[in-house]
């Protein structure tokens, strides 16, 4: 069920890059008796950008979590450049670094500055001198719109500019695959806008991203595949068009339904 016949509907997915860089296969998680994820099987190539939706509880941020192990899994495996995800140590530090992640909280440190926030991975992990970290950091800040915030305390920062700052903290570590978990679920609606922007330019420019989010212009936009979870499963996976204009399953059908009306 997980893994999508090569019908017509998905005869036009566009994958912009290539190889596999992200492959699933076979993961079951359990939390207890409760089975968030079952039989999950997916395949994101470099360059591609994949987008999961889903009703609540469907095990999106669940299958995010799991791809750099902030949850285990229960049974399966999942690999990232060909590398199997360690269980934990020096090897599960250094595969993380290959991937970012921007929570939907926007996890800055509040006692270090913007600057501070952005170089302190390079600095410690990929071991960068600092005056290197803070050059490429500003690069980074400027790409996100938020460089004359450099010196300010993230609690000085709106929303929208402390979401954009962790995905330049994400970027910094040159991540091969950058992860999203409802970035946007937390702002005020003025603020979306202005970090979906930035998700979008990063698309554009060919970053390899998985991305949780309700916001389906995003899904229209900046998509090459679109996958429909629910009750822990794949239930359909298409490229944008095809899935918003002729959704296959009863539950995509019913979800969409559902978002058009209210």
Known sequence: MATPDPAPATSNITVRRGDPLVVVTDVEKHYGDFHALK?????????EVVVVIGPSGSGKSTLCRTINRL?????????IDGKKLPEEGKALAALRADVGMVFQ?????????????VTLGPMKVKKLK???????????????????????????????QQQRVAIARALAMKPKVMLFDEPTSALDPEMINEVLDVMVGL???????IV???????????????VFMADGQIVEEAAPDDFFTNPKSDRAKDFLSKLITH
């Open 212 to 226: 949780v989010t309700h916001e389906m212009g995003f899904a229209r936009k900046a998509a090459d595949r679109v």
């Open 130 to 160: 600092k005056a290197d970290a803070e050059a490429e950091a500003k690069v980074l800040l400027e790409r996100v719109g938020v460089a004359q915030q450099a010196s300010k305390l993230p609690a000085q920062l709106s929303g929208g």
């Open 71 to 79: 949850e285990t899994i229960t049974s399966g495996s999942i690999t």
């Open 203 to 209: 698309a554009q420019d060919g970053m390899t991203m």
């Open 105 to 117: 909280s926007f996890n800055l440190f509040s006692h270090l500055t913007i600057l501070e926030n």
């Open 39 to 47: 039989d999950i099987n997916l395949t994101v190539n470099r360059g």
